[in-house]
């Protein structure tokens, strides 16, 4: 009897002194623009990181994890409002979220408007090639093929969008179709150390 009260203690215990993620609620327009402000703050060297390919520091993700509630908060305050969702699905990439990213991602999709603009239109294509890439990562490469696909339909000139396109064409043993891709990309963008690379790997496959 004295142990199972001293296990309940210690349930207790452990269940008060959790530290919990706290609330943020955004009541208003000046509010919104406050939270934004500093997920930007927070958020912005970090995921500068995730898209260089750097590995992110301890606190990096610290201020990451930070920014997650905030961002949330934001999307619970206008569910319409694309970028607050599609800056989420960001956040959750970069921690490793993926399957929440995921579902952001379509989430974010379902909310474009019937006439977007061209920074919309490039916002789309970019949560198209997130998903892509989420897939890519799954070695689903039918569902990378797709979405990225969709990407560089939206914004055909897009070194990024081709070149994770090319590297799923590899991956799909489409080694035509990836060359084509990558020849794309250098014309874009000579330099592309990735896309010379990758064209040189698969020339050495094809010897």
């Known amino acids: 009897m004295r142990t199972s009260l001293a296990l309940l203690l210690v349930i207790a215990c452990i269940a008060g002194c959790t530290p919990k993620t706290p609330t943020v609620v955004v009541n208003n327009a000046e509010e919104a623009s406050q939270t934004l402000a500093k997920i930007r703050d927070l958020s912005e060297e970090p995921l500068l990181k995730v898209n260089a390919g750097t590995e992110l520091t301890d606190e990096d993700t610290r201020k990451l994890e930070e920014t997650l509630p905030l961002a949330q908060a934001l999307v619970d305050y206008d569910p319409t409002q694309i970028g607050a969702v ?9 921690l490793g979220k993926s399957e929440e990213a995921e579902a952001t991602y379509r989430q974010a999709i379902k909310l474009k408007p019937a006439n977007p603009s061209p920074e919309m239109t490039y916002l789309i294509a970019d949560l198209h090639n997130e998903l892509g890439k989420i897939s890519f990562s799954k070695q689903n490469y039918k569902a990378a093929l797709d ?12 070194p990024r969008f081709l070149f994770n396109l090319a ?13 084509a891709t990558l020849a794309k990309v250098l014309e874009l963008d000579p330099k592309n150390q990735d896309a010379l690379d990758l064209r040189k790997l698969i020339s050495l496959s094809e010897k």
């Open 86 to 94: 599609s800056l989420r699905g960001k956040i959750e990439t970069a």
């Open 147 to 158: 979405d990225i696909s969709q990407a560089v339909s939206l914004v055909p000139n897009e």
């Open 167 to 179: 590297s799923v064409q590899v991956e799909a043993d489409q080694l035509r179709e990836a060359k």
